[in-house]
């Protein structure tokens, strides 16, 4: 097993690879497992060095990126998890604490409240999808 600490804009995560086989890789993020498929593996990252890891680009974008409108401000996971409820629509006004999303996280029920009072400008997720600590959830304008 190799252990990683990684920056994704500004956020630290604790990174295991427990194993790789051909494009199939188990891991765990911050305390939550993953299987995930890496395209384009030619080597085993078990046995990369932290320069070789370095040097890997990722594709798409790991966390996603909120685009800048006006007054606009996102909504962050503050844990990583599972989406299991997205409770508004875009478009919809949402009040400061009303639940706007339910995160399963650690086999618990979070429920992800507004922190402010506002509309819906955008929805950034969907249910079942996984993210981790700091992915915008939504953004409130």
Avoid: C
Avoid at 96 to 110: D, H, I, P, S
Avoid at 111 to 118: F, P, T
């Amino acid at each position: 097993m190799k252990k990683f600490k990684i920056k994704i804009n500004g956020s630290e995560y604790k990174v295991r690879i427990h194993s790789v086989e051909n494009n199939q890789a188990r891991l765990t993020v911050n305390d939550v497992d993953f299987e995930v498929e890496v395209e384009g593996l030619t080597t085993n990252p078990t046995r990369m060095s932290t320069k070789e890891i370095s040097a890997i680009q990722p594709a798409t974008p790991l966390v996603k990126p909120v685009a800048a409108s006006g007054s606009a401000k996102p909504l962050k996971a503050p844990l990583p998890g599972v989406i299991k409820d997205i409770k508004v629509g875009e478009g919809d006004t949402v009040k400061a604490g009303q639940v706007v999303v339910v995160l399963e996280a650690m086999k618990m029920e979070n429920n992800i409240e507004s922190d402010r009072d506002g509309t819906v400008e955008k929805i950034h997720t969907r249910k079942e999808e996984t993210v981790l600590e700091g992915d915008v959830l939504l953004t409130i304008k």
